[in-house]
């Protein structure tokens, strides 16, 4: 059901009516008890269309909870019952939506709740706005300027604890997000009489009171106060007490919130002080002294007071004094000084305390405004709320109640303009014809006290500023004279016979016909409080204090500055400020909040009909309603117009297609409601009377309950049919999952039986086919064992009958051969003993000749020259044939070897079997030599280029280039020398640098000489007479002795075709230039290691050592 219908209207649940609009019959006694029946349940709010009627319900209601904001946020305004939240809701949407300026304008009279209403909104917007840092700093200043201004200008009267004393406009400003930038208050006429006398059972403002219960002693110790209420004269003291208000608590409270707001630490003093100073004037007191001239001149009792309070604000003690002593009036340039009597110094005390007290609350407004102007200069748009004082009717009224009538009355006036300018908007808007409307205009009323000529307020300050005696009665009198005729105006001396018995008009009163009711003023007072004087000598000595509030506070103070135009008179400069005001609301889109109080008592639950009634009345309530319902009592768009009642119709029902308005229309003809009843604007049906829509409201409930239970009635047949559906599907899986079940084992069990069954079968075939097998494989072995006997006794039987061929054939043989034998015996008899014997040997020879070969063949050793081994001689017969097989095999295996040679190794070979034929077992060191290759060239002579003119001088071959070690003749030591074999000669040369020494052609060398010994001397012996010959044969030594000998021998031998002659003997001679030397060789000692040692023994003999 609740799904069904998506939007709530205001209709559903309601109790009494929520849009009085609707309310039939209307008048003022079905009026208040709608009002009586919503607040019993209450139910506080309740519409006058979209103004919204309020009233006080004394008790906290939990309907101002974050869930409730939630529940009105973007809601429409007629969706829920009747809210201040849905009015803060719309003006906020159509402020950030559509762009529109708004104002909040709440009204009431004291105690109505307006202050609480404006709190209500702006928390409302606080919560429903844009959030983040700054803007949460920007609405935390906004909502805590309230305490302060609450603390400074709020006070407890008889009617209401918290009772506001200035009236309060506040511009709430927003980006174009509809995030808020800051603010901008106004403030209206505080109540500043209330500073010097408060009447019976009020107090004065909160501040005093908080200041003295909250301060620490120290803090008041320096505002030099007590905590004393009943020391100060400016304190009340029948109710300095409020139950429920804990002034201590809300002390804290407000310099917390001065804080927030911005306020410096200095400031904050700053104005405690001046709160402090105002609170002590009060205790100043005068006491008249006379003077010489008969006049009572007053003087201040007691100086103390007076004193302190100059310490407090740093004025000079006797500039303040003189002040409240005499009196300087200026006039055309004249300064004349009268003294001020008892009452004129009270009246200039008292001047003063409201004064300072009303220009602080002004500066604290300033200075608050200060703090939360916005700070970009982007456009704004921007939510007024006004919390002003509601009308006020006393039993005594004075000029404030004048004051603050006239203003209601200003306010009467737009909210009828603007009332009835938007329900003829509206209706052109729709297109509905506008009939007028029967209203009564206040205009006239405002217009008898603000007309510049002959208003109230023109004449008042006429006579303020004429010269001569002016009284509160001169006011009248001029009064009775202007506005006697006035419909509105009474007095007692008017001169309109009518009020001439009237005994209920006193004397010095006069009474206005307000829109809201009569009021009786009494003049008393009005002239001194429009002028609301302050002698010039104050503020003179205020300026000069040496305390920066206060000496802002008064700048006319300043005597540069000093202007002889009287200041405008407090209604005048009200009457502007609420000019601009109205001027300012004008401009904006209005939303009304109207304040009522149920009762006297500050009570809950208490609803004074009477009461209620006399404020119904005189807030044109009633007035409202039947502007509001003139033509059309209700009105609503076609779309929610027909979602709410499209049920009531069959083709509506349960989708309209075409357009709303046509939807509306069928919906309309099909319920037969008299076309007198209903008008079709635009957007909206405009129904005429409430009974039509109540009675459309009653078909819907009725409807609505037919669709329940049709609904239910499907539902429950969807739900059992869904439900039989559910498990009818789900037997069926059940089932079927069953039968799968079953049948899987019945096969499983089937298929198992077959497979036992089935290798039964196999097994017995199996065992059967191997049984066969068997048999098979057994017959075909016995055949074949059979066959194999067969084959065996065949084979033997054959085998058998072979061997007795055999050896029967053999036996023939023999037989044979016996039989031959003896035939060739005995014809050969005779030739055999001749020639056997030689034949035999020879066949014996030749076949053992035969053998040894063969095995020969066998036994060969390698190819090897150097192989030494031979096979054994097998028999002694062959021992020549073996040695000679021997050799020619090695000559044979020698010439093979030999003919593997290159030329060059043939050479060496022909050198070295050269001197093996000269040396071998003749000389000691030969052995060694056969090892050694020879090499001839030791010396690189081309390569070393020490040698280079040598190798110049030796143009042949050189075949021995050898360092030998030359023996000298005279002592036997040795000389390195440089051997060299050409092809022609001998050379020797020196080592060092190749220079030559000596050269032998090789014709002139007769014998080489040398031990039998393993030592490497040499003799070259000349030919005698040679040219080479006269220096002596050479004696040299070295370690190539046997190649060099070769290598000389072979030259030699080739180059003179004569053999050299080689002696080798231990003792040999040399010839050395003239003398034969002997040289002998003898065993030495081998302490010289093997190096053999030569000494000359004397002239014939050199001994060599060898070791
Ligand atoms: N909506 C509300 N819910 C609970 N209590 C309320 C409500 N509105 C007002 N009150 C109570 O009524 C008292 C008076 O309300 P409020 O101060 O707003 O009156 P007012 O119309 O501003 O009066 P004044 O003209 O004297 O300033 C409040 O202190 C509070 O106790
Ligand atoms: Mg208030």
Redesign the pocket.
């Known amino acids: 059901m609740a799904k069904m219908e998506v939007k709530t209207s205001l209709l559903d649940d309601m109790i009494g009516v929520g849009d009085m609009v609707l309310l039939e019959p209307l008048n003022e006694d079905s009026f208040i008890n709608n009002l009586k029946k919503r607040f019993d349940h209450n139910e506080?709010y309740t519409y006058i269309g979209s103004v919204v009627i309020?009233i006080?319900?004394?008790?906290?209601?939990p309907i101002y909870t974050p869930e409730k904001v939630e529940e009105y946020r973007n809601r429409n305004f007629y969706e829920l019952s009747p809210h201040i939240f849905a009015l803060s809701d719309e003006a906020y949407r159509s402020l950030r939506d559509q762009d529109k300026d708004q104002c909040i304008l709440i009204t009431?009279?004291?105690?109505?709740?307006?202050?609480?209403?404006s709190k209500?909104v702006m928390s409302y917007v606080a919560a429903v706005c844009g959030k983040g840092a700054e803007v949460n700093q920007v609405k935390e200043q906004l909502l805590q300027s309230n305490p302060v201004l609450e603390a400074f200008g709020?006070a407890k009267?008889v009617?209401?604890?918290?009772?506001?004393r200035f009236g309060k406009y506040m511009d709430i400003e927003f980006d174009f997000k509809g995030d808020p930038l800051g603010g901008v208050i106004s403030n209206y006429l505080l109540e500043k009489s209330r500073v010097v006398k408060q009447p019976r059972g009020e107090r004065n403002f909160h501040i005093f009171y908080q200041i003295l219960s909250g301060a620490s002693e120290e803090f008041l110790c320096k505002l030099k106060l007590e905590r004393d209420f009943s020391r100060y004269n400016y304190l009340g003291l029948d109710s300095a007490k409020v139950n429920g208000v804990d002034d201590a608590s809300n002390f804290r409270t407000v310099r917390n919130a001065m804080q927030i707001v911005g306020f410096m630490d200095h400031e904050t003093q700053s104005v405690f002080e001046v709160v402090a100073a105002v609170l002590k004037l009060g205790n100043i007191e005068f006491k008249p002294e006379s003077r010489a001239n008969g006049l009572d001149e007053s003087k201040i009792k007691d100086k103390n007071e007076l004193k302190e309070i100059c310490e407090l604000t740093g004025i000079d003690q006797s500039v303040l004094e003189r002040a409240f002593s005499f009196r300087t009036v200026e006039a055309k340039q004249e300064k004349v000084s009268t003294t001020l009597n008892v009452a004129q110094a009270y009246y200039a005390r008292d001047a003063l305390a409201k004064n300072l007290y009303s220009r602080l609350f002004s500066w604290l407004v300033t200075r608050i405004n200060e703090s939360i102007k916005a700070q970009t200069k982007v456009r704004k748009k921007v939510m007024g709320v006004l919390?002003i004082?509601?009308f006020e009717i006393f039993e005594d009224n004075s000029f404030e109640q004048f004051i603050i009538n006239y203003c209601n009355e200003k306010l009467q006036q737009i909210f009828i303009e603007l009332t009835l300018k938007e329900e003829q908007e509206e209706y052109i808007r729709e297109g509905i014809e506008w009939t007028n409307i029967e209203y009564f205009n206040n205009a006239i009323i405002c217009d008898l006290i603000e007309n510049n000529q002959t208003g109230i307020l023109a004449m008042l300050d006429e006579e303020c500023l004429r010269p001569g005696t002016v009284t509160d009665d001169t006011f009248l009198e001029k009064l009775n004279q202007v506005c006697a005729t006035h419909q509105h105006f009474e007095s007692r001396m008017s001169k309109c016979s009518r009020f001439l018995n009237d005994t209920s008009l006193p004397h010095s009163c006069f009474r206005i016909q307000h829109y809201a009711g009569k009021v009786m003023y009494q003049v008393e007072g009005f002239v001194d409080k429009n002028n609301d004087l302050l002698y010039r000598d104050l503020s003179q000595a205020m300026w000069k204090a040496n305390h920066s509030l206060i000496k802002a506070l008064f700048p006319e103070g300043n005597p540069a500055k000093i202007n002889l135009k009287r200041p405008p008179t407090a209604g005048s400069q009200f009457k502007a400020s609420v000019a601009t005001l109205m001027k300012n609301l004008q401009t904006k889109n209005p939303n009304y909040i109207r304040?009522i109080k149920p009762n006297d008592k500050?009570a809950a639950h208490i609803f004074n009909d009477a009461l209620v009634g006399h404020q119904i009345r005189y807030l044109g309530l009633l007035e409202n309603v039947r502007v509001r319902r003139a033509g059309y009592a209700f009105r609503q768009a076609y779309e929610p117009c027909l979602e709410r009642y499209k049920m009531l119709c069959k083709q509506t029902w349960p989708h309209w297609r075409g357009p709303a308005r046509a939807g509306v229309e069928v919906l309309f003809d099909e319920l037969g409601i008299p076309e007198e009843e209903f008008s079709f604007g635009r957007s909206k049906i405009f129904i005429r009377n409430p009974r039509t829509l109540f009675k459309l409201e009653d078909l819907r409930k009725q409807r609505l309950e037919d669709l329940a239970t049709l609904i239910e009635k499907i539902y429950r047949g969807w739900k059992c049919r869904t439900r039989f559906l559910l498990m009818k599907k789900s037997q069926i899986v059940i089932a079927s999952w069953v039968r799968r079940y079953a049948q899987q084992k019945r096969y499983q069990k089937i298929k198992s039986s077959a497979i036992i069954v089935q290798s039964y079968i196999r097994g017995w075939k199996a065992r059967k086919l191997l049984r066969e097998l068997k048999h098979l494989k057994r017959c075909n072995e016995a055949a074949t064992v059979i066959a194999a006997y067969w084959h065996g006794t065949q084979a033997r039987r054959e085998l058998k009958r072979l061997k007795e061929e055999a050896r029967r054939k053999h036996a023939v043989a023999v037989i044979w051969a016996y039989w031959l034998g003896l035939k060739v015996r005995r014809e050969y008899r005779k030739f055999f003993r001749a020639n056997a014997g030689r034949k035999i040997y020879e066949f014996t020879l030749q076949r053992l000749m035969q053998k040894y070969f063969l095995e020969m063949k066998k036994k060969m050793p390698s190819l090897s020259p150097i192989d030494k081994n031979w096979p054994a001689r097998p028999y002694l017969f062959l021992d020549s044939t073996h040695k000679e097989l021997k050799r020619i095999f090695h000559l044979w295996r020698c010439k093979k070897y030999r003919d593997q040679f290159t030329d060059q190794q043939k050479l060496i070979y022909e050198e070295k079997l050269e001197a093996s034929e000269l040396f071998k077992d003749k000389k000691a060191l030969y052995p060694a030599s056969v090892g050694q290759p020879f090499q001839g060239a030791y010396l690189e002579i081309s390569e070393n280029p020490k040698y280079k003119k040598l190798k110049d001088a030796v143009d042949e071959k050189i075949i021995i280039a050898e360092v030998v070690n030359k023996i000298n003749r005279a002592n036997g030591k040795a000389t390195s020398r440089i051997f060299l074999l050409t092809k022609n000669n001998v050379l020797l040369a020196d080592q060092k640098n190749g220079t030559i020494k000596s050269e032998v052609p090789l014709g002139d060398v007769t014998k080489v000489s040398m031990s039998s010994q393993n030592d490497g001397f040499f003799a070259v012996h000349l030919k005698e007479g040679s040219e080479a010959a006269s220096k002596g044969d050479f004696l040299l030594s070295s370690d190539h002795l046997i190649e060099m000998a070769t290598k000389l021998y072979r030259t030699t031998l080739s180059q003179t075709k004569q053999k050299l002659n080689i002696e080798i003997s231990d003792e040999f001679l040399v010839q050395f230039k003239q003398d034969k030397v002997c040289v002998k060789f003898i065993q030495g000692s081998q302490k010289n290691g093997n190096i053999p040692t030569c000494k000359r023994k004397n002239n014939r003999l050199l001994e060599v050592a060898v070791p």
């Open positions: 506080v309020s006080n319900p004394y008790r906290s209601l009431g009279e004291s105690g109505a709740g307006k202050t609480e209403a209500l709020n009267t009617r209401n604890d918290n009772s506001s919390d004082y509601g304040c500050k």
